[in-house]
T-cell receptor, first 117, second 108 residues
Framework: GAVVSQHPSWVICKSGTSVKIECRSLDFQATTMFWYRQFPKQSLMLMATSNEGSKATYEQGVEKDKFLINHASLTLSTLTVTSAHPEDSSFYIC?????????????FGEGSRLTVL | GQNIDQPTEMTATEGAIVQINCTYQTSGFNGLFWYQQHAGEAPTFLSYNVLDGLEEKGRFSSFLSRSKGYSYLLLKELQMKDSASYLCAAYNDYKLSFGAGTTVTVRA
């Protein structure tokens, strides 16, 4: 149980285009989903927290107009990187917190590697 | 804010034991997680400590001292497949903050 699916796994796009990444909890309802970014050989940096039906909470330094987060249901959150630039190339990982389990454990998606040319 | 420190790299031989230390300074601490991450993959859950003491799970054990802001992950009987990055993460309220990770290299 507790599977999180992230799509796409790999994406290459041209500078200036927008890219959408989906994060789905397949067998549980996620009250909260988190989006992380990880640059090579660095740790995961929390970008934003999204709760179903409400606006996302962004971490300091993360542009909310550039990284659009939508959490339309208890099983789906999307991250859209708007007007992507080469410096946005990174590994984006979502994680979800179960509505039922209260251990605090996060379940991670497989990650999406974005390359902006 | 969060301040989580762990060593950058460790190397050990197959069959040996490795202890990865983690110190943290966080507000509203609720627990300490350890995750394993292989290159290019998402992290996978290893352990979660809320109370002081040692939690043992097969070859992996994790220890927590809340008063000292200290945890360690103990890897026993190391195998080549254990070569990975090990992330210490402090949980406070609603989010997880990660350390930079410790890259463990297991040599034959």
């Amino acid at each position: 149980g507790a599977v999180v699916s992230q799509h796409p796994s790999w994406v290459i796009c041209k500078s200036g285009t927008s890219v959408k990444i989906e994060c789905r909890s397949l067998d549980f309802q996620a009250t909260t989903m988190f989006w992380y970014r990880q640059f090579p050989k660095q740790s995961l940096m929390l970008m934003a927290t999204s709760n179903e039906g409400s606006k996302a909470t962004y971490e300091q330094g993360v542009e909310k107009d550039k990284f659009l987060i939508n959490h339309a249901s208890l099983t789906l959150s999307t991250l859209t990187v708007t007007s992507a630039h080469p410096e946005d190339s990174s590994f984006y990982i979502c994680s979800a917190k179960s509505r039922v389990l209260n251990t605090g454990e996060l379940f991670f998606g497989e990650g999406s590697r974005l390359t902006v040319l | 804010g969060q301040n989580i420190d762990q060593p950058t790299e460790m190397t050990a031989t197959e069959g040996a034991i490795v202890q990865i230390n983690c110190t943290y300074q966080t507000s509203g601490f609720n627990g300490l997680f350890w995750y394993q991450q292989h290159a290019g993959e998402a992290p996978t859950f290893l352990s979660y400590n809320v109370l002081d003491g040692l939690e043992e799970k097969g070859r992996f054990s994790s220890f927590l001292s809340r008063s000292k802001g200290y945890s360690y992950l103990l890897l026993k009987e190391l195998q080549m497949k254990d070569s990975a990055s090990y992330l210490c993460a402090a949980y406070n309220d609603y989010k997880l903050s990660f350390g930079a990770g410790t890259t463990v290299t297991v040599r034959a």
